[in-house]
């Protein structure tokens, strides 16, 4: 069996697998503080753990043991693979992709369509343990259809451009133009996704 706490809407359709957990209310707020809201068709797996606060579209789906911390604005068909954790206050568009053991940090904005593969981490504290650390957490802005890497690392307050793609096991630690391709680490341009080509000749090119 789940549970849901105090004050959760969940819209028709659902299903929700045993042990889940919704609208658990954050630290320094009672149950039932905060609006929990999941549209229809949601798929929540086993042990998934969604606290209080999150607004959330139509069909969501998550893996097995995905966690998704509070006040978070989540929009239709996204989809958060096996054992991913969303901080808090983050804001996720139509279509977004996080697959497996992701990190997406407090303040990162991802738009639509864009796609992170297993292992990504992103990052919002420039300088951790400075005293004023807190007072300048700025995730990450993935933009619209921008792809990232498995394993890759996005450092905070950058910026990876519209249909960008970030190699596996980049290191980005600044801008990314849109409809480039950047790898390495620290990551550099090699291409643009308009020079990629398929290596089955399935198809001419992959993003045009």
Same mark, same amino acid.
């Given at each position: ?34 609006? &929990? ?10 042990? &998934? ?38 901080? +808090? ?9 996080? +697959? ?7 303040? &990162? ?13 992103? &990052?919002?504290?420039?300088? *951790?343990?400075? *005293? ?53 680490? *620290? ?11 398929? *290596? ?9």
């Amino acid at each position: 069996m789940y549970k849901t706490f105090q004050n959760v809407e969940i819209g028709p359709g659902a299903q929700i697998g045993d042990y889940a957990l919704i609208g658990v209310p954050p630290r320094g707020r009672k149950e039932g503080d905060l609006v &929990t809201r999941i549209g229809k068709n949601a798929l929540i797996r086993s042990h &998934t753990v969604i606290y209080a606060g999150n607004h959330i579209g139509d069909n969501f789906e998550t893996g097995h043991h995905v966690m998704v911390r509070e006040e978070n604005s989540i929009s239709n068909q996204v989809s958060i693979g096996t054992l991913s954790v969303v901080e +808090h206050h983050v804001t996720i568009a139509d279509g977004v992709r996080i +697959h497996s053991q992701a990190f997406v940090p407090e303040y &990162t904005v991802l738009e639509e369509g864009c796609w992170l593969g297993p292992n990504c981490v992103l &990052t919002n504290v420039l300088h *951790p343990l400075c *005293p004023k650390a807190k007072e300048c957490v700025k995730g990450p802005i993935i933009k619209r259809g921008a792809k990232i890497g498995a394993n890759a690392t996005i450092s905070p307050n950058v910026t990876v451009g519209e249909m960008a793609v970030v190699g596996s096991g980049a290191v980005v630690v600044a801008d990314v133009p849109a409809r480039t391709v950047v790898a390495g680490n *620290p990551a550099h341009i090699i291409k643009t996704i308009d020079e990629l080509t398929c *290596p089955f000749n399935l198809i001419d090119n992959p993003y045009s």
